[in-house]
Nanobody, 121 residues
Framework: QVQLVESGGGLVQAGGSLRLSCTAS????????MGWYRQAPGKQRELVAR???????NYADSVKGRFTISRDTPKNTVYLQMNSLKPEDTAVYYC???????????????WGQGTQVTVSS
């Protein structure tokens, strides 16, 4: 079965940096656009950044200039470099990817388990 495994979350001071990683493993035929989402308590889950297999990216306005998403397509891994972190970045961060497990199946949306990012003031 396909799994998305995240790492890199933690507690940092405002202005600090963290680098999140997410690797998809298991039976995979094709992996589509990979992305990072976050959800703070009492708020809806929101898109942070995403990157297509060809390298095109999209960022939430709130993180532009501070966060960078990258991808190692052969390794099915997506990264999120987070710099100049602010307390409002505090949330559970989830990686996401649509994955086709075989050539005969449709794409299904997969989510990582979530990793906590806490930014102290």
């Amino acid at each position: 079965q396909v799994q998305l495994v995240e790492s890199g979350g933690g507690l940092v001071q405002a202005g600090g940096s963290l680098r999140l990683s997410c690797t998809a493993s298991g039976r995979m035929f094709s992996v589509g656009t990979m992305g990072w989402y976050r959800q703070a308590p009492g708020k809806q889950r929101e898109l942070v950044a995403r990157i297509a297999s060809g390298g095109s990216t999209n960022y939430a306005d709130s993180v532009k200039g501070r966060f960078t998403i990258s991808r190692d397509t052969p390794k099915n891994t997506v990264y999120l470099q987070m710099n100049s972190l602010k307390p409002e970045d505090t949330a559970v961060y989830y990686c996401n990817a649509p994955i086709q497990t075989t050539s005969l199946t449709s794409f299904m949306n997969y989510w990582g388990q979530g990793t906590q990012v806490t930014v102290s003031s």
